[in-house]
């Protein structure tokens, strides 16, 4: 699971569950896939970026460094090349491959095995 | 047309076996291809930006690559986990990857191609041991996954034997299993050196097996096969009922695509489950990760009015405006379902595929051509007509077996006399 997805998942499908945003990422085991950076992709989905998020998330790999602050507002045409490097590996390049997520609400675990993260649920624990 | 929604719950029909089918039938590869493609073009996303697309139902990817294809990035969501480990490229192997001859192994098919070559050589050694050489194949390799690689590099396949073994993949615990089960005569099944011994003495052609041994080997047959492990940067999967909601952020996708998975929506597996109920919560929570002017395509079998107005009506309740499109709808074979969805203001459905030559350009056969009508004949046989050379020669042959006495038969029989005669 890339850490783009990361920034999109959610928990609210759980029951009584408002925002179940942002879902507590663990990595016990990453990867890192070299692709060539496509800075139009960069600047279409950072508009929908939660970048604290994102930046947390990174962070929680040590990935962070070079990346821009999260106070300032991110603009990509202000980047330099090594920020939008870091950026585009942090978001595509990087998997994580074994590690859990925790819904910030209910505390529920959602293990991520191989790379895919299992948000199976039973039909009573949905809303 | 069997359906397999019928039997049970995708995540246990889609196991190992029905998986690695799916993934490597070509015919299914082929059309899932196709409609993919389609249901891209209805999608109709903005040319030069790459897309942020949603495929629901991804299954083993077949779709996901045509997304891939078109230079978009995917999220796949599917329940079956062993389809989802295809498309991940996990245990997926390759022959000839950037060759003509290029196609895309599961290893449930790497191992039958290597169980049965095993099958051959036991048997020209005229050992019984056949089905014990296959089991021990199987849990072996399952045993050491790196090990399979090693094996399948040194296959070569065309010639159907083993060329090289470096290193030779810890032959000790099989050589143990082997001897257990065996006479002493039994060849090592395993590509070490007593293979090649083995296949000398069968007579088998001379080898140019050379152990550890790599420069002196042609380096394309060692390299035909290769583990995919540079996975695909422009995927990504969730394991995830669809019935049970999508697990995304409000406006996510620039797209969703779906081919042939949203029927399954419309089974209830357990007594918990509601069809109805499932299909309300995926459209509402479809509709909200879905960002505003953007399309969803399903393709779909309908199985019956009831059912494509079911999905309908739910779509429509979440939010979305569109309808269906149904290319080719006067074939049988080549008509397509598709239901276009749209979030934000009442717009013009695309049209649909009609066009007779567009028909030939896709790969499916028509239907007509092939169809017998009988009209009028009883048993479908023809008459002969009295007096014609056919007819005399059946009555001849009806004499002949009553043992009557017959004229020879000759070319000139039932011919017309010319009127000069």
């Excluded at chain 2, 690689?149 to 290193?167: G, K, Q, W, Y």
């Excluded at chain 2, 918990?272 to 960002?291: E, I, T, V, W």
């Excluded at chain 2, 005399?392 to 005669?421: H, L, M």
Aim: charged share 30%; with cysteine.
């Amino acid at each position: 699971m890339k850490l783009l997805t990361h920034n999109f998942l959610s928990s609210r499908f759980l029951k009584n569950v408002t925002t179940g945003y942002p879902l507590k990422l663990t990595i016990e085991e990453k990867n890192v896939v070299e692709a060539e950076i496509d800075v139009n992709f960069l600047k279409n989905v950072m508009v929908k970026i939660d970048y604290a998020v994102l930046y947390e998330a990174a962070k929680s790999v040590g990935e962070d460094e070079n990346l821009p602050s999260p106070n300032a507002i991110v603009d990509i045409d202000s980047l330099n090349e090594q920020q939008l490097k870091q950026l585009h590996r942090v978001l595509v390049c990087l998997d994580v491959v074994i590690g859990s997520l925790e819904c910030p609400e209910t505390g529920r675990i959602f293990p991520i095995r191989d790379g895919i993260p299992n948000l199976l649920v039973n039909e009573d624990e949905v809303s | 047309m069997s359906r397999p929604e019928h039997t049970g719950p995708p995540e246990l029909f889609y196991d190992e076996t029905e998986s690695s089918k799916y993934a490597s039938n070509s015919h299914i590869v082929k059309i899932q291809s196709e409609m993919a493609e389609r249901a891209l073009e209805l999608l109709a996303l903005p040319e030069d930006k790459v897309g942020y697309l949603l495929d629901l139902g991804c299954g083993s990817g077949i779709s996901g690559d045509v997304i891939s294809a078109h230079g978009h990035i995917w999220v796949g969501v599917d329940v079956s986990l062993p389809m989802l480990k295809f498309a991940i490229g996990d245990s997926v192997f390759y022959r000839d990857r950037d060759g003509p001859n290029h196609e895309k192994w599961s290893e449930a098919t790497v191992l039958k191609k290597i169980g049965s070559v095993l099958f051959e050589i036991v048997r020209e050694s005229g050992t019984k041991v056949v089905a014990h050489a296959n089991q021990m194949k199987l849990r072996y390799v399952r045993e050491d996954i790196d090990s399979l690689s090693v094996l399948i590099e040194s296959f070569d396949m065309d010639r159907n034997r083993f060329v090289n073994v470096s290193p030779p993949p810890s032959p000790i615990r099989a050589h143990d299993e082997f001897d257990n089960i065996s006479s002493p005569t039994v060849p090592r099944i395993v590509p070490t050196k007593e293979v090649e011994n083995d296949q000398k003495k069968n007579d088998i052609e001379p080898t140019d097996v050379v152990e550890n041994d790599k420069d002196s080997l042609p380096t394309e047959d060692l390299r035909q096969i290769n583990r995919q492990d540079d996975e695909d940067p422009t995927k990504d999967l969730v394991l995830r009922d669809l019935g049970s909601g999508m697990p995304f952020r409000a406006g996510t996708f620039d797209g969703a695509i779906s081919i042939s998975a949203i029927q399954w929506l419309c089974h209830a597996n357990a007594s918990d489950q509601n069809p109805r109920k499932r299909l309300h919560r995926f459209f509402q929570s479809l509709y909200a990760c879905m960002g505003r002017g953007t399309r969803a395509v399903f393709q779909f079998y309908p199985e019956n009015e009831q059912q494509s107005d079911l999905i309908m009506s739910q779509a429509m309740r979440a939010g979305f405006n569109g309808g269906l499109v149904v290319d080719f709808p006067n074939s049988t074979k080549a008509k397509k379902v598709y239901l276009v969805l749209m979030t934000g203001g009442v717009q013009q459905l695309p049209k649909a595929l009609t066009d007779e030559q567009e028909m030939g350009q896709r790969s499916q056969v028509e239907n007509t051509a092939r169809r017998v009508f009988q009209t009028g004949k009883k048993g479908g046989k023809e008459r002969i007509v009295k007096g014609s050379k056919a007819w005399i020669e059946a009555k001849r042959e009806r004499a002949t077996k009553q043992g009557r006495e017959v004229g020879n038969a000759s070319k000139f029989s039932g011919r017309k006399r010319k009127a000069k005669w």
